[in-house]
């Protein structure tokens, strides 16, 4: 298993006009390291980038300058893909097909035996909870239903890297707790993998590190504590020593015989951190 599960190297897209003149730079000179076995999220608002280098990283789109790796091969690689999943945001499938029609198919398209590719259908549609609807045709379905079958899809080959582009988008909570359950149980098991979310709160819970782009260049990355620590500010958590009154801690903590128990940087959510990189972005680009 490589190191990294992808990297990039100075990757940049620009979007050219029938003349070939530059027209929109989606990614400018983006590196960044997803490392074997972590979830990655991968953030920013509409037109930051994000499905542009999900597409390089893929191979189906070729960087205008620099280079993708994945699971230490050329993006687009036969064999990296073969080892890879992908859930994009929206899914495309023939409406007259049923579910396990569907899981099947891409089963074949993998090359895997039918006895192998029966026993993986029937354990993937038990797991994304489509047990009882599997024989029910894909039109019938509703969004959430067919996020699942997506899903499922994406992890009918056993990939060892798998890309998430919204995964819970048309889920209900218990939904959405299926899916978190399996992004850790995925990242227990060694897959790595990378997320893209506007659930802020989903990818705090289960990222164990974040880039955050804007308007196609990487502002900010680290590990999900790193990015909510605030420098600025310092929480101090202290154990009470029986009669102590609480109030008289707020007045004066210096006066009060207390234990401090610890000593650590406020935090904030993942949400009220990626809104105030993007507002300061803005700002300094007027």
């Known amino acids: 298993m490589p190191e990294y599960a992808?990297?990039?190297?100075?990757?940049?897209?620009?979007?050219?006009?029938?003349?070939?003149?530059?027209?929109?730079?989606?990614?400018?000179?983006?590196?960044?390291?997803?490392?074997?076995?972590?979830?990655?999220?991968?953030?920013?608002?509409?037109?930051?980038?994000?499905?542009?280098?999900?597409?390089?990283?893929?191979?189906?789109?070729?960087?205008?300058?620099?280079?993708?790796?994945?699971?230490?091969?050329?993006?687009?690689?036969?064999?990296?893909?073969?080892?890879?999943?992908?859930?994009?945001e929206e899914s495309s499938f023939y409406p007259f097909l049923t579910a396990r029609e569907i899981l099947h198919f891409y089963g074949r398209l993998f090359g895997m035996p039918r006895r192998e590719r029966r026993k993986k259908v029937e354990g993937l549609l038990e797991m994304t909870g489509l047990k009882d609807a599997a024989d029910r045709r894909i039109s019938e379905y509703s969004k959430g239903m067919q996020r699942r079958v997506g899903l499922a899809q994406a992890l009918i080959n056993d990939p060892k890297f798998i890309i998430m582009d919204e995964p819970t988008s048309g889920l209900d909570p218990m939904g959405r707790v299926d899916v978190k359950n399996l992004i850790l149980d995925l990242k227990d098991r060694g897959v790595s993998v990378m997320l893209c979310s506007h659930l802020l709160g989903e990818v705090e819970s289960v990222c164990t590190r974040v880039a955050i782009l804007h308007r196609g260049r990487l502002v900010r990355e680290g590990t999900v504590r790193e990015l909510l620590e605030r420098r600025d500010m310092i929480q101090v958590l202290v154990a009470e020593s029986g009669e102590t009154d609480r109030s008289r801690i707020a007045e004066a903590l210096a006066d009060i015989p207390v234990r401090v128990a610890s000593l650590e940087f406020v935090s904030d959510s993942l949400e009220e951190v990626f809104m105030r990189i993007v507002e300061k972005e803005e700002q300094e680009e007027e």
């Not at 029938?18 to 509409?46: H, I, T, Y």
Request: net charge positive; charged share 20%.
């Open 6 to 88: 992808a990297q990039t190297f100075g990757l940049t897209k620009v979007f050219t006009d029938f003349l070939l003149r530059p027209r929109v730079v989606a990614v400018e000179d983006l590196s960044l390291q997803v490392e074997s076995g972590e979830v990655f999220g991968l953030l920013g608002p509409n037109g930051s980038g994000k499905t542009t280098t999900i597409k390089m990283l893929l191979g189906f789109l070729r960087p205008t300058r620099g280079r993708a790796e994945l699971l230490g091969r050329p993006a687009g690689d036969v064999h990296a893909r073969r080892s890879l999943g992908f859930m994009p």
